[in-house]
């Protein structure tokens, strides 16, 4: 997520001399990224990429609690001011006073399921002052509109301090019952922003809704008309919830709402904060709209817990860094960005409490990496291996033969494609395998990338599925499946599958077309499949044995696949043929067409062919119409011409062995 700093406006929080150059270059370092400062306004304003997980430095205070740490490790002087938000006013409620500064708060029914923390006030006697210059100024360097101080202030506290906040029309919500109830929505219940724009639940959003059940806001994403402030506002609510992140980002996706507060909450905004921002507020809409404190502050927080504190022994610093850091520099740094720290010297260990605003800080690894980063990942020495680099290839490896099967098979015509290694539960089970016979990632990305996959074959389905309109397609991929081992890493294999929406004839001629480029004929496919996931084996006959290849299975949608362990292949490969010398006499070659059945192998009917006699040197399909098969079949004695009195018994014996084991029929010959 990107947002935009202005420099003056950072200055308010950090106290530096250092330039916006300099600023940029040392945070960028060690901290978030500043990619680029624009001048706004006739001012510098950063524009920072910060990521995901480090919600707490979305904001003006965010980043002044980073760059001071940053920058002070750099060796140039910078702290952060110390916070001058005073502390709400509290009122005397059970003095009698006007109506005005003694007002009911509404009926609050929170579901702590759903929202962490609720606290609001309400504030009385409320101006519609224009946006001071100051302000107005900063909102439009970070791109905010502006409208007038009581709808801008929520805005620049959300910029501020980074946590959002709402303003609600207090008599509205009366007018609507006086009640505000936390709940799950049901579906197709209608609700208009405060924009005017009109949507209707899906079911499952967290919303607020009066004692009737009328939505009354879309918490933690964007306000409703019907509570939205207005120029005849008189009273306000400021109010602050804590709500799940899970709901927030469900809710805002859904009904694609992508406000700044949507993208704060969704990513775990700290409950914490929220004393501070209503403070904050407090003390703007006091200053700038002249409101008064007119309730009792509502406070509900059942999600207050406390970060896990994390153990990280001394030695461990040194194994992830590869240097020694005293562990009071590692104190030091350590609690200047926030964390309660404890060393045992006994034990050689720390104890770390993370502070409220960092969750993302849970595991050893964590906080290693807060060291590293702000030690400055440049500074940590580069140091050459002290033995020499490896230079044997793991076994079955040849790259060179790879890219060989890439550039044949692409130049046939097939497609290669990349899938991810990892798949869904239901990707994993067409495998034909349980998804506990599957690895399965701990802490998944995505709820669809979970089981470390078996086999190619689904993932090249899933693509075809993606292209109805390649009615022809053939894809291919080279990667690695993982088979699980108990107490070990899983075994990887390489393979390279072929799945195409050809005929099977056509997909078998492709791969004995790869097999021949690198020298490989005598293929052989035992129980050639006809049916749906029927597979046939693979092999191949060399002078050691046979050798498995893999496997042809039959898909829906007459597709094919081949299946192929590679590093069986690469093991039979040959980079050159093998010397044949030149025969003596010419050969005879000539084309016998024949009538099959439907589904005749015809791979094993060319090796029942070729046994016939020695002389058949090659048999080969050189057309096909309907069911009508010609085959190009050549004669060869190396030794002496053949005459056709010689050919000719040998062509009886072919079309005996047709005839009888595969009930075909001779339709025509030609020599």
């Known amino acids: 997520m990107n947002i935009l700093i202005p420099h003056n406006w950072l200055l308010e929080h950090l106290e530096t001399a250092a330039s916006p150059e300099e600023l940029q270059r ?64 509290k009122i005397d409620t059970s003095a009698q006073k006007t109506d005005s500064t003694n007002l009911p708060l509404p009926q609050i029914k929170n579901n702590p399921t759903f929202c962490k923390r609720i606290i609001c006030v309400v504030l ?81 959003e967290v919303v ?61 905004v700290d409950p914490y904060l929220a004393e501070a921002v209503l403070a904050r507020g407090v003390e703007l809409y006091q200053s700038l709209c002249h409101a008064t404190v007119a309730s009792t502050i509502f406070d509900e927080f059942p999600g207050a817990e406390q970060i896990a504190p994390v153990r990280v022994k001394y030695s461990t610093f040194n194994r992830y860094l590869g240097i020694e850091i005293s562990p009071e520099d590692i104190s030091s740094i350590l609690e200047k960005l926030g964390c309660v720290v404890t060393y045992d010297p006994d034990a050689t260990a720390f104890t770390v409490q993370p502070p409220s605003f960092r969750p993302d800080i849970e595991i050893e690894a964590d906080v290693v990496e807060e060291i590293a980063r702000i030690y400055g990942y440049h500074n940590l020495p580069s140091t050459l291996m002290d033995t020499a680099i490896p230079t044997n290839k793991p076994e079955g490896t040849r790259f060179d033969f790879e890219h060989a099967c890439k550039q044949f098979l692409a130049h046939i015509g097939w497609q290669e494609v990349y899938t991810y290694s990892l798949v869904s539960e239901a990707v994993a089970l067409q495998s034909g395998e349980p998804s506990t016979a599957h690895l399965k990632l701990q802490n998944p990305l995505t709820d669809d990338r979970v089981y470390l996959r078996h086999s190619l074959i689904p993932s090249l389905i899933e693509v075809l599925d993606a292209n109805p309109q390649r009615p022809s397609l053939g894809i291919f991929e080279i990667a690695h499946v993982y088979h699980p081992q108990p107490n070990n890493l899983p075994t990887e294999e390489l393979h390279l599958t072929m799945v195409g929406q050809k005929s099977y004839s056509e997909i078998r001629g492709d791969f004995e077309s790869l097999l021949r480029q690198f020298y490989i004929s005598e293929l052989s496919i035992t ?72 589904r005749t192998p015809i791979g094993t009917m060319i ?22 098969f010609t085959f190009s079949i050549t004669y060869l004695d190396p030794e002496k011409s053949l005459s056709k009195d010689e050919v000719e018994p040998i062509r009886k014996q072919l079309i005996a062995i047709v005839n009888q084991t595969f009930s075909g029929t001779l339709v025509g010959a030609q020599s």
């Open 124 to 204: 009385s006697d409320v101006q519609h002052t224009a946006t001071p210059d100051w302000m107005a100024k900063r909102l439009k360097q970070i791109e905010q509109n502006v409208h007038d101080s009581v709808i801008d202030i929520t805005n620049y506290i959300t910029h501020e301090l980074g946590h959002p906040c709402h303003a609600f029309d207090y008599d509205k919500i009366m007018q609507l019952g006086g009640v505000i109830n936390v709940v799950e929505a049901e579906k197709g219940k209608r609700f208009t922003t405060l924009d005017g724009e009109s949507y209707e639940t899906i079911g499952g």
């Open 527 to 598: 129980e050639v499949p006809s049916e749906l996931h029927q597979q046939g084996e693979i092999t191949v006959t060399t002078g050691s044995g046979e050798v498995h290849l893999g496997t042809i299975t039959i898909l829906e949608k007459g597709r094919v696949a081949f299946d192929i362990l590679l590093t069986e292949l690469v093991r039979i490969l040959k980079t050159h043929p093998t010397y044949q010398p030149l025969p003596k006499a010419e050969a005879v070659t000539e084309d016998l067409t024949f009538s099959l059945p439907q």
């Open 208 to 268: 607020f809704e009066n004692e009737v059940g009328e939505i009354i806001d879309l918490p933690a994403i964007k306000g409703t008309a019907n509570t939205a402030v207005d120029n005849n506002t008189k009273r306000v609510l400021f109010w602050i919830e804590s709500l799940d992140h899970e709901k927030v980002r469900f809710a805002s996706m859904k009904h694609a709402i992508r406000t700044v507060a949507a993208q704060l909450n969704e990513k775990q």
């Open 607 to 628: 090796e029942k062919m070729h046994a016939v006699h020695k002389l058949i040197t090659s048999i080969e399909v050189v057309d096909q119409y309907k069911q009508n």
């Open 26 to 89: 040392l945070v960028s370092l060690s901290g978030p990224s500043i990619e680029r400062i624009y001048e706004r306004e006739g001012e510098p304003v950063y524009d920072i990429e910060v990521t995901t997980n480090r919600v707490d430095s979305m904001s003006v205070r965010g980043i002044a609690r980073e760059s001071a740490v940053i920058l002070a490790q750099a060796g140039v002087a910078a702290t952060l001011k110390p916070s001058t938000i005073p502390t709400v006013p």
